[in-house]
């Protein structure tokens, strides 16, 4: 009783601390400036520019759909909330992980983190002082070791969190949140009880970034030995997404590029009933699934004439891999000999071969770096799904565009549709402006 009681308290003081900072953090945000943007400002023309930029015929409205986000329409997003209770699940009995008895925090670890989630904002943004110790109190905690572990575990199973990258002066801090830093705290310490931590966090957590970052961790730790667990994690927080059982406004982006890195064979069918409520983020997954194992999916969606098919965005998918697995190239030939390629799908096959490549979520780019300084950046937001993703012009590597220069001579020799021609003549001036010379 004693010991139930002393967790009561502690978990009281931990809430307490962390309510405290999620006030502070929403007295912020209702007074201060809002969020910078990612996106710099475009030129008029870059605002209108749809992705058949590189075919000479009209777009369509299959095509004005994925018109690339203005800069005031980017900069009008709404903003990930500062601070949440997160939703929890429980998985199948056959999915848990066997846990170790429970061992009680430290008293000292447990002021640690009550120290890292007690973060002073009452006089403004956080400062390099502020940070300096931030950052040593954080060091201190993962410097204990597996001793470290129980607090942490004891914070992250509270299903609280703080977006810190919404804080002003939070750069400071090197970490995008709250749980985050916890997280990589448990990376850093490694070990069967850090482990069995980041696992028992995997099988309840709902946040799509937080499994991505827990796969790439535990990833980091064993390579492959969870990506069991972690496919799992993946299928349960869609279902919920897909049936609506997620709080509003949660991107489910990074669950799609989570089974782009660890999927399989067997992801490319629930990839495809994904492709109802996520049209986007699922073709683009089953393009990147590894080893092309996505391919032969959009190969047979691509020859799908029926109405309301999928098949021209994955024709743009599989024109966007061509030069990656012969397969993609071989159904696009084997397709245009057959006269069976739409105008609409040509202009989307002339996308994915000479103009912007499509990718889930955001640009990488160095620490401290803004994306939106990549020439060529366009972004896009589909309400439908709350889907996210941006557009890079194609990398001017001379062997990438000789290759899709071939194909596009081999397609060329391959029809004699006039909006097939027109289509890919611009596709292959784009290419040649983009060899260097």
Do not use: C
Not at 41 to 57: C, L, M, P
Not at 82 to 102: D, G
Not at 246 to 273: I, N, R
Not at 330 to 352: D, F, P, Y
């Amino acid at each position: 009783m004693q010991r139930l009681a002393s967790s009561r308290a502690v978990a009281a003081v931990l809430g307490f601390a962390f309510l405290a900072l999620a006030l502070g953090l929403g007295w912020k945000a209702l007074h201060g400036p809002p969020p910078a943007s990612n996106t710099t400002a475009q030129s008029g023309d870059n605002q209108v520019q749809s992705d058949a930029a590189v075919a000479s015929a009209q777009p369509t409205a299959d095509d004005a759909e994925l018109r690339p986000q203005t800069w005031a329409e980017r900069a009008s997003m709404p903003q990930a909330p500062l601070a949440l209770k997160t939703a929890s699940r429980t998985p199948p009995a056959a999915q848990s992980v066997a846990t170790e008895p429970r061992v009680e925090p430290s008293p000292y670890t447990r002021q640690l983190v009550a120290g890292l989630t007690n973060l002073d904002l009452s006089h403004g943004p956080i400062t390099q002082e502020q940070a300096d110790q931030w950052k040593k109190t954080l060091q201190s905690l993962t410097s204990q070791g597996a001793a470290a572990v129980p607090a942490i575990r004891e914070f992250l199973a509270q299903n609280q969190e703080v977006n810190l990258g919404a804080v002003g002066g939070a750069g400071l801090l090197g970490q995008t949140s709250m749980r985050a830093a916890f997280i990589n705290a448990l990376g850093q310490i490694g070990g069967p009880e850090a482990t069995g931590a980041l696992l028992q966090t995997l099988q309840s957590t709902t946040l799509p970034s937080e499994i991505a970052q827990l796969a790439q961790v535990l990833d980091q730790q064993a390579p492959g030995e969870h990506r069991q667990e972690t496919i799992a994690a993946v299928n349960g927080v869609l279902s919920m997404a897909s049936s609506g059982q997620l709080p509003a406004g949660w991107d489910v982006g990074p669950l799609f590029k989570v089974l782009q890195t660890y999927g399989d064979s067997a992801t490319t069918s629930a990839l495809e009933q994904l492709q109802g409520p996520y049209l986007y983020y699922a073709t683009m997954s089953l393009a990147g699934l590894p080893d092309g194992q996505g391919v032969p999916t959009l190969v047979r969606q691509a020859q799908d004439a029926s109405p309301g098919s999928k098949a021209a965005f994955a024709y743009q998918m599989l024109a966007q891999v061509a030069g990656q697995y012969p397969d993609a190239s071989a159904a696009l030939l084997e397709q245009a000999k057959a006269n069976q390629i739409s105008e609409v799908a040509w202009r989307k096959i002339a996308t994915g071969l000479a103009g912007d490549q499509y990718q889930i979520g955001e640009p990488s780019v160095a620490p401290g770096a803004n994306a939106g300084t990549l020439p060529g950046l366009k972004t896009y937001y589909l309400a439908s799904g709350n889907q996210n993703f941006y557009s890079l012009p194609l990398a001017a590597d001379p062997q990438v565009v000789q290759q899709r220069l071939g194909l596009i001579d081999q397609l060329l020799a391959a029809t004699s549709n006039p909006a097939a021609q027109a289509a890919l003549q611009s596709a292959r001036s784009t290419l040649a402006g983009a060899t260097p010379h």
